[in-house]
């Protein structure tokens, strides 16, 4: 496929990018992150279980290392996560080819991320990338009831881009974010995966 395919072409009027593993290569990170929490409770993450659970939600995927774990731990691994992980943005690296369409299309299309990450996570990761400024909104998990899959955030999003849902390019990296695009109705759907 060629890079033409996926760009924006003369129907689109607003770009919507996921953020990590699309915009910016933060997954390494995280998984560092949650294997040092989860080790303390004997989990071993495996590269069969993060690709599964990676991109969930947070109960579920702490329900699944540590069963016994109430929504209370959850949330306090969750406030530990963000801070070991803030403490290692130093390690974050755009995804360029990602990334250039951003700069490409910056004035001259709306453009907003939309992530199921929570707030105090993403801005520190788009502003150590340098990429913050590009978008007209941020839109997080911290926003919605309930977040990718659901179609929630991208709903969200277009309304207050005040665009219509066909008319939206999403770029995204897994098959739960794509869901959630296609739940709001969205226009396309490029899946970074496949390219370049």
């Known amino acids: 496929m060629s890079t033409a395919n996926h760009l924006p072409d003369e129907t689109t009027k607003a770009i919507l990018f996921d953020c990590d593993g699309t915009l910016v290569d933060t997954m390494p990170v995280h998984r560092e992150v949650w294997h040092q929490l989860f080790l303390r409770y004997d989990f071993v993450i495996t590269d069969e279980w993060w690709e599964e659970w ?37 390690k974050i690296e755009p995804l360029e080819h990602v990334v250039d369409v951003a700069r490409r299309y910056h004035g001259k299309l709306p453009m907003a991320v939309v992530t199921g990450g929570y707030r105090d996570v993403v801005v520190p990761s788009l502003d150590a990338a340098g990429i913050t ?58 899946d970074i995966r496949q390219w370049p």
């Open 54 to 90: 990676a991109n969930l939600p947070l109960l579920p995927m702490v329900l699944y290392a540590i069963p016994d774990a109430t929504a209370e731990l959850a949330e306090e691994l969750n406030i530990e996560a963000m801070a070991m992980y803030n403490e290692m943005l130093h």
């Open 133 to 190: 400024s590009l978008f007209d909104f941020i839109v997080t998990a911290d926003e919605v009831t309930h977040s990718k899959p659901a179609p929630d955030l991208y709903s969200l999003t277009m309304r207050k881009l005040g665009v219509d849902p066909a008319d939206c390019l999403v770029y995204e990296d897994s098959e739960i974010g794509m869901t959630s695009a296609r739940g709001a109705g969205a226009g396309r759907i490029v």
